[in-house]
């Protein structure tokens, strides 16, 4: 009943800048519904929709139990904005005010979705607990990649550091790069990164495991499902 559901609701024919929801400032245009159906690739607005639902859990799950750290989702143009438009040189400034309202140095992770050229999703996990920077490429990455972003989220909270608490990072030096785990599932095709991306948020933030199991992959269907149950029954 669930697949009909979505299935009928991704195939709605209308305005494509219709919005369709909005709960909680985050909406969602039937335009980006269509890229529910099978084949197709997940734009920023269904990412965001999906790190909000992320994000909600957390906080329910923090208020049920206080000792439990929260973690914090960026919005997927973060790191666009960190890297102020010019590949592999950080711009701080124009992150500056983005972290206002929130301490990244009393969470348990920070999650950045990223967008790379356009045409593939990868995210970065900041352990803040760990002192680690994980890259999950759902195409697999390379030591190469992984370094570089490494270097990139560790000059950000160096910066962050020294600018919201007066001094800089402790430990700095500390700080390592985990490799990819290889048991964490890849991307079958040349579309469903957002889809695999997505998981992976879901996963490191509410500690559900994400693993291979054999030759079982996570589906396209079965992520739409998880992403539009809440929006669809409210």
Known sequence: PMAEEVRAFSFQPGDVNEVVRNDNGQSIKRGSVHDLQPGKWLNDELIQCFSALVTNEDQRLSSEEPSRKRSHVHSTFFYSLLMGGDAGVCSYKEVISWTNKLDV??????????????????????????????????????????????????????????????????????????????????????????????????????????????????????????????????
């Open 105 to 234: 140095f009393e969470c348990d992770k920070i999650l950045i979705p990223i967008n790379v050229e356009r045409v593939h999703w990868i995210a970065v996990v900041v352990s803040m607990t760990d002192k680690q920077v994980q890259l999950y490429d759902p195409m697999g990455s390379s030591l190469s990649d992984a370094r570089l972003y490494f270097d990139q989220i560790l000059q950000f909270l160096r910066d962050e550091h020294l600018n919201k608490k007066g001094r800089e990072l402790p430990h700095a030096s500390s700080w390592r790069l985990a490799l990819q785990d290889l048991q964490l599932p890849t991307q079958p095709n040349g579309y469903d990164c957002g889809v695999f991306v997505s998981a992976f948020v879901y996963s490191s933030v509410l500690g559900v495991p994400f693993r291979r199991v054999g030759a079982c992959i996570l589906s396209t269907s079965d992520a739409a499902h998880e992403l539009l149950r809440r929006w669809l029954r409210g």
